[in-house]
């Protein structure tokens, strides 16, 4: 993986996963040019990128925007291409903004960029959600297409322009579809990121975390240093033997026992609750990733543990939470969680 003074080129570079891998680019020695808009509720946050801030391009921009910044296309040698929205609730009530953001943005860039540099290696972020309601379990590539929400349909058509555009020779488009990733920069204060950056926010604020029902639908989170390998090493490949591949974490648990764990390693309770309707209606059960291909394709394997990785993950919240734990959190509307009432925060201490 010789990132070393490669032209690379991060969308969403201000998000979760986009700044760990901006981060790591930058530590390998490629020159990196960070997109990111910072649209609400996407998740981009401007601390993501303080170890790397003097040495990383960033340009306030949508990803649709492509063409005021077709001369940084020009001279890329890879594209991450992280940028959307992730938020299978949002999607439900606003379908217009997430067919935007995951869609029409995307189908304007890939335009721009076919012209600009044609043939470039595009690495894109996809999602498990595509594949819907599992009807096997390990899910392999294979598994049909039946997303429940909006942002699994258009996330999927996203993924498809990027195939298309490969098999007509104008790209080469690569998409890794993840699994639940977790891990240091999830965006904690803003709502309805799935299941995992609410249980770390609920243990840092020291609250009873909440599962639904019984808790057996089984998860295989995964932890943002291995998905960061992930995509390093399909943007390095000197050449693709496919064009999509899961990626999941290295064990899957209950919903029960991925609380627990959080849980006891900050300090908290978990507790069952009715499994909201409107929630219910777009979830899609238990899920697993065989990530069989790709780890034979490239040699890779989700390495750290879940209990490691939420080890790692509370201590660096803990000293950082002040820029990630805003208990004014927005909704998705805009209004304060609260409506405008404050809470003292009261970070649980390290066990």
């Given at each position: 993986m010789d990132y070393r003074?490669?032209?690379?080129?991060?969308?969403?570079?201000?998000?979760?996963?986009?700044?760990?891998?901006?981060?790591?680019?930058v530590e390998l020695g490629a020159n990196v040019t960070v997109i990111d808009s910072s649209r609400p509720g996407c998740g981009a946050n401007p601390h993501n990128l303080e170890p790397v801030a003097d040495r990383v391009r960033?340009?306030?921009?949508?990803?649709?925007?492509?063409?005021?910044?077709?001369?940084?296309?020009?001279?890329?040698?890879?594209?991450?291409?992280?940028?959307?929205?992730?938020?299978?609730?949002h999607s439900m009530m606003a379908p217009?903004?997430?067919?935007?953001?995951?869609?029409?943005?995307?189908?304007?860039f890939l335009e721009v960029l076919r012209r600009e540099r044609p043939g470039v290696r595009v690495v894109y972020?996809?999602?498990?959600?595509?594949?819907?309601?599992?009807?096997?379990?390990?899910?392999?590539?294979?598994?049909?297409?039946?997303?429940?929400?909006?942002?699994?349909?258009?996330?999927?058509?996203?993924?498809?322009?990027?195939?298309?555009?490969s098999r007509l020779g104008a790209l080469d488009a690569v998409v890794l579809r993840l699994t639940n990733v977790y891990g240091p920069r999830m965006a904690l204060s803003v709502p309805c990121q799935g299941v995992l950056s609410t249980f770390l926010r609920r243990a840092l604020l020291g609250q009873e975390l909440e599962v639904y029902e019984d808790g057996e639908l089984i998860r295989d989170p995964v932890y943002v240093d291995d998905v960061v390998e992930a995509f390093l090493l399909a943007g390095?490949?000197?050449?693709?033997?496919?064009?999509?591949?899961?990626?999941?974490?290295?064990?899957?648990m209950?919903?029960?026992?991925?609380?627990?764990?959080?849980?006891?390693?900050?300090?908290?309770?978990?507790?069952?609750?009715?499994?909201?309707?409107?929630?219910?209606?777009?979830?899609?059960?238990?899920?697993?990733?065989?990530?069989?291909?790709?780890?034979?394709?490239?040699?890779?394997?989700?390495?750290?543990?879940?209990?490691?990785?939420?080890?790692?993950?509370?201590?660096?919240?803990?000293?950082?939470w002040d820029r990630y734990l805003d208990t004014r959190r927005p909704t998705f509307c805009g209004m304060p969680e609260h409506q405008g009432r404050k809470r003292r925060l009261a970070l649980v201490p390290a066990s």
């Open positions: 003074n490669k032209r690379v080129l991060v969308t969403g570079g201000l998000g979760f996963i986009g700044s760990n891998l901006a981060i790591r680019l960033l340009l306030p921009l949508d990803v649709g925007e492509a063409q005021q910044y077709a001369d940084v296309l020009r001279e890329c040698q890879v594209v991450f291409n992280l940028a959307g929205e992730v938020s299978h609730i217009e903004r997430d067919l935007e953001i995951n869609a029409a943005a995307q189908l304007r972020a996809g999602t498990r959600q595509v594949y819907g309601v599992p009807q096997y379990l390990p899910v392999d590539e294979q598994h049909p297409v039946e997303p429940v929400d909006y942002n699994g349909v258009h996330k999927f058509a996203a993924s498809q322009y990027h195939l298309m555009l390095a490949a000197a050449s693709l033997r496919r064009r999509t591949y899961n990626i999941g974490g290295p064990e899957a209950p919903l029960r026992q991925i609380a627990q764990v959080v849980a006891q390693l900050a300090g908290v309770r978990v507790v069952t609750k009715p499994f909201p309707p409107e929630r219910k209606s777009i979830d899609i059960g238990s899920y697993r990733a065989d990530s069989s291909r790709f780890q034979h394709h490239f040699g890779w394997r989700a390495r750290v543990s879940f209990q490691d990785g939420i080890r790692r993950s509370l201590a660096w919240y803990r000293e950082h």
